[in-house]
Protein backbone atom coordinates (compact mmCIF):
# COMPACT_ATOMS: atom_id res chain seq x y z
CA UNK A 1 0.00 0.00 0.00
CA UNK A 2 1.36 3.68 -0.87
CA UNK A 3 1.36 5.92 2.16
CA UNK A 4 -0.67 9.19 1.24
CA UNK A 5 1.41 12.57 2.11
CA UNK A 6 0.08 13.57 5.77
CA UNK A 7 -2.68 16.64 5.64
CA UNK A 8 -3.08 18.63 7.89
CA UNK A 9 -6.51 20.41 8.17
CA UNK A 10 -6.70 24.05 9.58
CA UNK A 11 -9.26 26.61 10.04
CA UNK A 12 -11.10 28.67 12.78
CA UNK A 13 -12.89 26.52 15.29
CA UNK A 14 -16.30 25.06 13.87
CA UNK A 15 -15.25 24.75 10.39
CA UNK A 16 -15.01 21.35 10.43
CA UNK A 17 -11.63 19.87 10.76
CA UNK A 18 -12.14 17.28 13.53
CA UNK A 19 -15.23 16.01 11.27
CA UNK A 20 -13.40 15.93 8.23
CA UNK A 21 -10.44 14.77 9.62
CA UNK A 22 -12.02 12.03 11.50
CA UNK A 23 -14.15 11.25 8.26
CA UNK A 24 -11.11 10.88 5.89
CA UNK A 25 -9.42 8.57 7.98
CA UNK A 26 -12.07 6.65 8.23
CA UNK A 27 -11.93 6.45 4.70
CA UNK A 28 -8.46 4.74 4.25
CA UNK A 29 -7.32 0.94 4.76
CA UNK A 30 -5.15 2.05 7.83
CA UNK A 31 -5.04 5.80 8.74
CA UNK A 32 -4.34 7.91 12.25
CA UNK A 33 -6.00 11.12 12.90
CA UNK A 34 -4.07 13.51 15.23
CA UNK A 35 -6.48 16.03 16.53
CA UNK A 36 -3.73 19.13 18.04
CA UNK A 37 -6.30 19.62 20.49
CA UNK A 38 -5.86 16.46 22.03
CA UNK A 39 -2.16 17.13 22.10
CA UNK A 40 -2.57 20.56 23.86
CA UNK A 41 -4.65 18.75 26.80
CA UNK A 42 -1.98 17.02 27.64
CA UNK A 43 -0.40 19.43 29.90
CA UNK A 44 -2.85 18.98 32.65
CA UNK A 45 -1.69 21.49 35.05
CA UNK A 46 -0.86 25.01 33.68
CA UNK A 47 -2.00 24.37 30.52
CA UNK A 48 -2.20 27.71 28.67
CA UNK A 49 -3.95 28.89 25.67
CA UNK A 50 -2.13 30.51 22.46
CA UNK A 51 -3.74 34.14 23.38
CA UNK A 52 -2.64 33.50 27.30
CA UNK A 53 0.92 35.14 27.14
CA UNK A 54 4.41 34.39 26.75
CA UNK A 55 3.55 30.43 28.01
CA UNK A 56 0.42 30.33 25.69
CA UNK A 57 2.30 30.57 22.77
CA UNK A 58 5.17 28.31 24.19
CA UNK A 59 2.60 25.77 24.37
CA UNK A 60 1.10 26.45 21.10
CA UNK A 61 4.57 25.93 19.57
CA UNK A 62 5.03 22.83 21.62
CA UNK A 63 1.55 21.57 20.51
CA UNK A 64 2.52 21.77 17.09
CA UNK A 65 5.94 20.28 17.26
CA UNK A 66 4.70 17.22 19.32
CA UNK A 67 1.34 16.57 16.90
CA UNK A 68 4.25 16.85 13.65
CA UNK A 69 6.25 14.07 16.10
CA UNK A 70 3.36 11.96 16.74
CA UNK A 71 2.62 12.01 13.04
CA UNK A 72 6.15 11.31 12.00
CA UNK A 73 5.98 7.97 14.00
CA UNK A 74 3.25 6.96 12.65
CA UNK A 75 3.95 7.26 9.23
CA UNK A 76 7.21 5.37 9.53
CA UNK A 77 4.86 2.53 10.54
CA UNK A 78 3.28 2.77 7.00
CA UNK A 79 0.10 4.46 8.55
CA UNK A 80 -1.00 7.26 6.86
CA UNK A 81 -2.18 10.29 9.12
CA UNK A 82 -4.46 13.72 9.04
CA UNK A 83 -4.13 16.30 11.78
CA UNK A 84 -6.14 18.59 12.98
CA UNK A 85 -5.62 22.00 14.18
CA UNK A 86 -5.78 25.84 14.30
CA UNK A 87 -2.31 26.96 12.20
CA UNK A 88 -1.38 30.53 12.37
CA UNK A 89 1.57 32.31 10.74
CA UNK A 90 3.71 31.09 13.93
CA UNK A 91 2.94 27.63 13.51
CA UNK A 92 2.54 26.28 9.47
CA UNK A 93 5.99 26.59 9.29
CA UNK A 94 7.15 23.92 12.01
CA UNK A 95 4.59 21.53 10.10
CA UNK A 96 5.85 22.34 6.85
CA UNK A 97 9.21 22.18 7.97
CA UNK A 98 8.74 19.30 10.16
CA UNK A 99 6.14 17.50 7.98
CA UNK A 100 8.20 18.94 4.63
CA UNK A 101 5.38 16.51 2.31
CA UNK A 102 2.51 17.54 4.76
CA UNK A 103 -0.33 19.04 2.36
CA UNK A 104 -2.41 21.75 4.29
CA UNK A 105 -5.76 22.64 3.30
CA UNK A 106 -7.52 25.66 4.96
CA UNK A 107 -10.98 25.26 5.40
CA UNK A 108 -13.01 28.41 6.02
CA UNK A 109 -16.59 29.49 6.96
CA UNK A 110 -18.76 32.33 6.68
CA UNK A 111 -19.74 33.74 10.26
CA UNK A 112 -23.18 32.78 10.31
CA UNK A 113 -22.25 29.25 8.99
CA UNK A 114 -19.45 28.91 11.83
CA UNK A 115 -22.21 30.18 14.47
CA UNK A 116 -24.52 27.63 13.56
CA UNK A 117 -22.00 24.98 13.51
CA UNK A 118 -20.97 25.97 16.91
CA UNK A 119 -24.13 25.67 17.57
CA UNK A 120 -24.31 22.05 17.34
CA UNK A 121 -21.78 21.42 19.38
CA UNK A 122 -20.02 22.10 23.07
CA UNK A 123 -18.35 25.44 22.92
CA UNK A 124 -15.06 25.73 25.44
CA UNK A 125 -14.40 28.91 23.90
CA UNK A 126 -15.45 32.41 25.09
CA UNK A 127 -17.81 34.65 22.57
CA UNK A 128 -14.89 36.71 22.47
CA UNK A 129 -12.25 34.26 21.70
CA UNK A 130 -14.35 32.41 19.03
CA UNK A 131 -14.65 36.08 17.36
CA UNK A 132 -11.13 36.48 17.75
CA UNK A 133 -9.92 33.68 16.32
CA UNK A 134 -11.99 33.85 12.94
CA UNK A 135 -11.37 37.23 12.69
CA UNK A 136 -7.23 36.32 12.65
CA UNK A 137 -7.81 33.45 10.50
CA UNK A 138 -9.72 35.61 7.88
CA UNK A 139 -7.31 38.52 8.15
CA UNK A 140 -3.87 36.46 8.29
CA UNK A 141 -4.69 33.32 7.24
CA UNK A 142 -1.83 30.77 7.10
CA UNK A 143 0.03 29.03 4.24
CA UNK A 144 -1.80 26.88 2.99
CA UNK A 145 -1.81 24.55 -0.48
CA UNK A 146 -5.74 24.48 -0.84
CA UNK A 147 -8.37 26.30 0.64
CA UNK A 148 -12.25 25.06 0.74
CA UNK A 149 -15.03 26.84 1.38
CA UNK A 150 -17.06 24.95 3.72
CA UNK A 151 -20.82 26.64 3.90
CA UNK A 152 -23.37 24.17 2.82
CA UNK A 153 -20.91 21.12 3.21
CA UNK A 154 -21.73 17.96 4.51
CA UNK A 155 -18.84 16.21 6.13
CA UNK A 156 -19.22 13.79 2.99
CA UNK A 157 -19.07 16.19 0.28
CA UNK A 158 -16.03 17.81 2.05
CA UNK A 159 -13.93 14.54 2.01
CA UNK A 160 -13.77 15.15 -1.76
CA UNK A 161 -11.83 18.33 -2.22
CA UNK A 162 -9.52 17.48 0.69
CA UNK A 163 -9.07 13.47 -0.18
CA UNK A 164 -7.95 14.96 -3.48
CA UNK A 165 -5.42 17.10 -1.21
CA UNK A 166 -3.50 14.42 -0.16
CA UNK A 167 -3.34 12.65 -3.45
CA UNK A 168 -1.91 15.52 -5.65
CA UNK A 169 1.35 17.43 -5.23
CA UNK A 170 1.38 21.16 -5.35
CA UNK A 171 3.15 22.66 -8.14
CA UNK A 172 6.86 22.71 -7.09
CA UNK A 173 6.44 26.44 -7.61
CA UNK A 174 4.22 26.21 -4.95
CA UNK A 175 5.94 24.11 -2.73
CA UNK A 176 8.80 26.16 -2.55
CA UNK A 177 7.35 29.68 -1.94
CA UNK A 178 5.63 27.59 1.22
CA UNK A 179 9.00 26.01 1.97
CA UNK A 180 10.71 29.77 1.82
CA UNK A 181 8.06 31.13 3.96
CA UNK A 182 8.50 28.71 5.96
CA UNK A 183 11.79 28.20 6.39
CA UNK A 184 12.23 31.83 7.00
CA UNK A 185 9.68 32.04 10.02
CA UNK A 186 11.05 28.87 11.44
CA UNK A 187 14.68 30.17 11.35
CA UNK A 188 13.43 33.57 12.98
CA UNK A 189 11.21 31.78 15.96
CA UNK A 190 14.08 29.39 16.79
CA UNK A 191 16.13 32.60 17.56
Same mark, same amino acid.
Given at each position: ??????????????? &???????????????????? $????????? $???????? =??? &????????????????? %?????????????????????????????????????????????? &????????????????? *???? *?????????????????????? *?? %??????????????????? =?????????
Amino acid at each position: MTVRVPLVLTGAPAV &GKSATGRALAGQRRRCAFID $ADDVRQLVV $AGGAAPWD =GEQ &GLVQQHLRAVDACALAR %NILERGIEVVIADVLTAATAPIYLHLLPACRIVHLTASWPEALRRA &GTRPVWLSEEEFRTLHE *SDAV *SPPPAHHHLRVDGLTVRSRCGP *SA %NSVTSRAAPDQDRRLARRA =GASWERDRR
